[in-house]
């Protein structure tokens, strides 16, 4: 499966960007999900949603970010708002296949993933 993100970019605090994710293949049961990393950082899973909806999200991210699909599903979106210049990092959307729970998904935040796409936000 491939995964090609996009809409990353540098704003000021404060401010609005929404990630897309567009996969080249669905699957009936899977989680899928937004993870942030630096290289040679440890990853945060940051937002996921699985094949019945549920969504799940990281403390530090509650209330700020969305994370939703198309009607179809092949595309997977974050909206971020309020951006925290700690929000800044390279952002990578994966699919695990093996994952029916969202919470799960959150705390292992592995599986088939994109190239990233970097976020960075000024003070």
């Known amino acids: 499966v491939e995964l090609v993100e996009s809409g990353g970019g540098s704003v000021q605090a404060g401010g609005s960007l929404r990630l897309s994710c567009t996969q080249s293949?669905?699957?009936?049961?899977?989680?899928m999900g937004w993870f942030r990393q630096q290289s040679g950082q440890d990853r945060e899973g940051v937002a996921s949603?699985?094949?019945?909806?549920?969504?799940s999200y990281a403390d530090s991210v509650k209330g700020r970010f969305t994370i939703s699909q198309d009607n179809d599903k092949k595309i997977l979106y974050l909206q971020m708002t309020s951006l925290k210049p700690e929000d800044s990092d390279m952002y990578f959307c994966?699919?695990?296949?093996?994952?029916?729970?969202?919470?799960?998904?959150?705390?292992?935040?592995?599986?088939?993933r994109g190239q990233g796409t970097q976020v960075s936000v000024s003070s």
């Open positions: 994966a699919v695990d296949h093996s994952c029916r729970e969202s919470a799960t998904w959150i705390r292992r935040p592995f599986g088939y």
């Open positions: 293949r669905l699957y009936l049961k899977y989680c």
């Open positions: 949603i699985d094949s019945d909806g549920s969504t």
